[in-house]
């Protein structure tokens, strides 16, 4: 049961180098979701994507770029990483767009840059 | 636009004793609502959820939470904590889409 599965798990780039997130479900679930979570901060939303072929921003979507490129697979892109993207990155699934299943989340990437 | 706060940032415990985890929501629009635990180095684990019905809901691990609507709260409780349920728990409201809006957490940390 392996669920939703993140790459790599730990990380460290240099400023203004360019990094993506791995994601993929075996769910079989149309929603996928990338947060970045922050100390004192909860998760905060970077984008989603409700089905396959489409994409929408969250609430902190500055700085990234994500493509959904079927429909177990949901990667995050840094073009140009800065300092103020520390954090720690959680991709997550859901069986509907209806708000009424829990989403599913993977173990993280803990993300560096110096 | 919907908001979660989450009272307390961190909760210290004595193990067996009971515990609430204070969550109060703002939203114009009906809501599901949400309970996940983040145990270290790990995702969150969904420990219950509102959707509608009966306002006392059951959870994993003997956790459960009360819905009331009038003071807009979805507080967390647990009758006898154990040492294996030091984690964070994060709040979560959804306004019946596919966003969620989580609260800031709150650290549970149990002694013996």
């Known amino acids: 049961n392996a669920g939703v599965t993140q790459t790599p798990k730990f990380q460290v780039l240099k400023t203004g180098q360019s990094m993506t997130l791995q994601c993929a479900q075996d769910?079989?679930?149309?929603?996928m979701y990338w947060y970045r979570q922050d100390p004192g901060m909860g998760l905060r939303l970077i984008y989603y994507s409700a089905s396959e072929g489409t994409t929408d921003k969250g609430e902190v979507p500055n700085g990234y770029n994500v493509s959904r490129l079927n429909k177990r697979e949901f990667s995050l892109r840094l073009e140009s990483a800065a300092p103020s993207q520390t954090s720690v990155y959680f991709c997550?699934?859901?069986?509907?767009?209806?708000?009424?299943?829990?989403?599913?989340f993977g173990d993280g990437t803990r993300l560096s840059i110096l | 636009a919907q908001s979660v706060t989450q009272l307390d940032s961190q909760v210290p415990v004595f193990e067996e004793a009971p515990v609430e985890l204070r969550c109060n929501y703002s939203?114009?629009?009906?809501?599901?609502l949400f309970w996940y635990v983040q145990y270290p180095n790990q995702g969150l684990q969904l420990l219950l959820k509102y959707l509608s019905g009966s306002t006392l809901v059951k959870g994993i691990n003997g956790f459960e939470a009360e819905f009331n609507k009038s003071q807009t709260s979805f507080h967390l409780r647990k009758p006898s904590v154990h040492i294996s349920d030091t984690a964070e728990y994060f709040c979560?409201?959804?306004?019946?889409?596919?966003?969620?809006?989580f609260g800031t957490g709150t650290r549970l940390q149990v002694f013996p």
């Open positions: 979560a409201v959804t306004p019946r889409t596919d966003k969620l809006i």
């Open positions: 939203s114009s629009v009906s809501v599901y």
């Open positions: 769910m079989n679930h149309n929603s």
């Open positions: 997550a699934s859901s069986d509907t767009d209806r708000g009424n299943q829990p989403q599913h």
